[in-house]
């Protein structure tokens, strides 16, 4: 290829210094919007520590009610179908969208929801450290690290810990938020909750104490974040947006059920 006529360098250098102004600039833009951007909500004013001091000391490794435990995972590893292996394995993706079937939307349509993806993953990031520090108080094994006879159906769970399970407390905490969105459909969701809860059991990585103690940490967690003052202007766009979207009224039914008490 010729080189470019003498007369044309000076140009096509000040287009690339243009090119470069531009990029920097955008990039300036882009990064004081990120900077500028509105901070998650906080609803929880106790700390991680004491949400981590309300459980009870799970079941010794040694104990028979381990033991039980240990053998009712067996027992639904023994019987579990490729099916079963295969929704467990989807329900192993931390989003609300794996809700959608219990609201009777498409998760492609659900997807579409922002408003609601961010309050989700906003109630998400606010319960995980509360989650992760009671995992650090009691420092429990994984049931297959405990019965070699347990084949885990799905990866990258080895070396973390087992109590109170993570992925409950998540689920239940969707269905705990969706509910108070939706109460139209409290049995679907908490049905749902329940399943996608239990999956971890199906899949051989969670005992069911953990799973028990995933719900009445969502409970409280929940109980929590829907009474922050802050919570009800929080949540009031993904409410709305979820509502427009599954042909309901704005308003919620006076019939509105409360979130159950911890333990119950």
């Given at each position: ?84 292996v295969a929704a467990a394995r989807a329900d ?105 809860a239990r999956q971890r059991m199906v899949c ?60 119950s």
């Open positions: 290829m010729n080189d470019p006529a003498p007369a044309s360098r000076p140009a096509r250098r000040a287009t690339r210094i243009a090119a470069y102004t531009f990029a920097a600039l955008a990039a300036g833009v882009a990064i004081h919007a990120w900077l500028q951007r509105d901070p998650a909500p906080q609803f929880i004013t106790e700390s991680p520590e004491s949400f981590a001091a309300l459980f009870e000391a799970p079941p010794a490794p040694d104990s028979a009610t381990t033991r039980h435990e240990l053998d009712e995972l067996l027992q639904l590893q023994a019987s579990r179908t490729p099916a079963e192993r993706k931390t989003e609300v969208t794996r809700f959608a079937d219990a609201l009777g939307l498409a998760p492609e349509k659900m997807a579409e929801l922002k408003a609601l993806q961010r309050f989700a993953e906003a109630i998400e990031d606010e319960i995980r450290p509360f989650v992760r520090a009671a995992k650090e108080r009691f420092r429990r094994l994984r049931p297959y690290e405990i019965e070699p006879g347990l084949q885990p159906c799905i990866d990258h769970v080895r070396g973390d810990l087992s109590y109170p399970s993570g992925h409950a407390t998540y689920g239940y905490a969707m269905a705990f938020m969706l509910i108070d969105m939706v109460p139209e459909r409290t049995a679907q969701l908490r049905a749902r909750a329940s399943q996608f051989g990585v969670h005992f069911p104490s953990d799973i028990n103690a995933g719900l009445d940490g969502a409970r409280w967690l929940m109980q929590r974040i829907q009474r922050a003052p802050n919570y009800r202007a929080e949540s009031e766009a993904a409410r709305r947006e979820l509502r427009a979207a599954m042909g309901l009224n704005a308003e919620l039914p006076a019939t509105a059920p409360a979130l159950p008490a911890a333990g």
